[in-house]
């Protein structure tokens, strides 16, 4: 038997070695295909609505454009969830067809485009028509009337539509926006005066008027982005004639939201990061 020198006796266990042992590649971390629905519900579903019609005051609807819990007693959102990106912005024009949306159950009371004519309340969106340009068809979407709520012109005009365009100006810069929206309380003050409810009792008019915006730079994985460190502004307002256009002096916790709505927002966040962005109030200057 001939003895291998001792160099050949490494090299041959080197090359055993190798035989044995399955290569281990390291690959860069997939970015996760999400549908326009799911995109919209990212940061979870504040009040554990369900596309059920025994659910009639929770009901989940789920649109490319936005998704919403719908109230059949108010005749409202509960709230209203959205993303925006550069994809959702283009240049498709205002379409302006307000129009019941067809979508709800047979049977249930649509709110027509003419429900608030005369009432000194707005049609106000709650997705705003434009952060949803970049077709025809989903700036159509934004004036289905389960996207309204009768809002004080002034707060609609003026409060929201500079928060709006904020939003927008984040994009403009590279960011991406989640979006949550909402309304809760019974009564506001529009052009008219008080009133609780329009369209003969059928549309409840809020007293108060909540945003929640969380804040990205542009990237992908966008829900496993978000840290302690992610930016989060929101925003809860009267819904009257008398509100101030700086949206920013109304900013508050999300915590606080959650406590005068139920809802658990951000639900889809890990327990210690939501614990972190919901007990801040944002603090940056707004230009």
């Known amino acids: 038997m001939r003895i291998l020198k001792p160099y050949y006796r490494y090299f041959l266990f080197f090359l055993l070695i190798l035989a044995g042992c399955k290569e281990t590649e390291v690959t860069p971390q997939q970015s996760v295909s999400l549908t326009p629905e799911q995109e919209q519900l990212l940061l979870g579903n504040p009040s554990g609505a369900t596309a059920q019609e025994s659910n009639p005051n929770n009901f989940l ?66 997705t705003p028509s434009a952060d949803r340009t970049n077709s025809v068809e ?44 909402g309304s809760y309380g019974q009564g506001g003050t529009g052009s008219n005066g008080f009133a609780k409810t329009i369209d ?39 819904n009257e004639e008398s509100v101030r256009s ?17 809802y658990d927002l951000l639900s889809a966040l890990p327990e210690q990061v939501q614990h972190v962005l919901e007990s801040q109030v944002d603090e940056q200057a707004i230009p």
Request: proline share 6%; hydrophobic share 35%; aromatic share 10%.
């Open 246 to 262: 700086d949206w920013a002096s109304y900013r508050t916790t999300v915590d606080a939201i959650e406590k005068a709505t139920g």
């Open 61 to 126: 609807m789920e649109k490319p454009q936005f998704a919403l819990s719908y109230s059949r007693q108010r005749g409202t959102p509960n709230w209203v969830s959205w993303h925006v990106s550069r994809q959702w912005l283009g240049s498709a024009e205002r379409q302006d067809n307000f129009r019941p949306d067809p979508a709800l159950p047979e049977g249930w009371y649509q709110v027509s485009a003419s429900a608030y004519r005369g009432t000194g309340f707005d049609r106000g969106h709650n």
């Open 138 to 181: 989903s700036n159509a979407a934004t004036f289905l009337m389960t996207n309204m709520i009768p809002q004080a012109p002034n707060n609609n005009q003026q409060t929201w539509a500079n928060l709006e365009d904020y939003t927008r100006a984040l994009v403009a810069a590279g960011m991406e926006v989640y979006v949550v929206m």
């Open 200 to 238: 003969n009792g059928r549309v409840t008019v809020p007293a108060r008027i909540w945003k929640v915006l969380v804040v990205l730079p542009e990237g992908e994985n966008d829900l496993q982005r978000i840290s302690r460190t992610t930016r989060v502004i929101a925003v809860d307002t009267p």
